[in-house]
């Protein structure tokens, strides 16, 4: 069993940055890909981003893109997710997944989820 733990959370306003953290632990797969999710108050949590193992195929939800950055040290376990010019519709929980497979249309199906961190933008 994987265990992932989020960090890198916090409340900040409009345009500012935040860099989440995860880190893996228990039965880890190299091979695997990570990456993040969300999820809004009252919404379905959404696919944000994935990084196969060797960093070679990155995929982000459309609503990210350019301004959100994912990153992945294999030998920490650890993935990251650079967020830049944050908005309020940013605001949501963030967790990490790991144990992925990347699927035809270059996003991912994750097996394990973190608990998440939560991620909160103001106008």
């Known amino acids: 069993q994987v265990h992932l733990n989020e960090s890198g959370g916090g409340s900040v306003q409009t345009g500012d940055s935040l860099r989440l953290s995860c880190t893996a632990s228990g039965r880890t797969f190299n091979h695997y890909a990570m990456g993040w999710g969300r999820q809004a108050p009252g919404k379905e949590r959404e696919f944000v981003a994935s990084?196969?193992?060797?960093?070679?195929?990155?995929a982000y939800s459309d609503s990210v893109k350019g301004r959100f950055t994912i990153s992945r040290d294999i030998i920490k376990d650890m993935v990251f997710l650079q967020m830049n010019s944050l908005k309020p519709e940013d605001t949501a929980i963030y967790y990490c997944?790991?144990?992925?497979?990347?699927?035809?249309?270059?996003?991912?199906?994750?097996?394990?989820w973190g608990q998440g961190t939560q991620v909160t933008v103001s106008s």
């Open positions: 990084i196969n193992w060797d960093g070679s195929r990155i």
């Open positions: 997944a790991a144990e992925g497979i990347i699927t035809a249309t270059g996003g991912a199906d994750f097996g394990s």
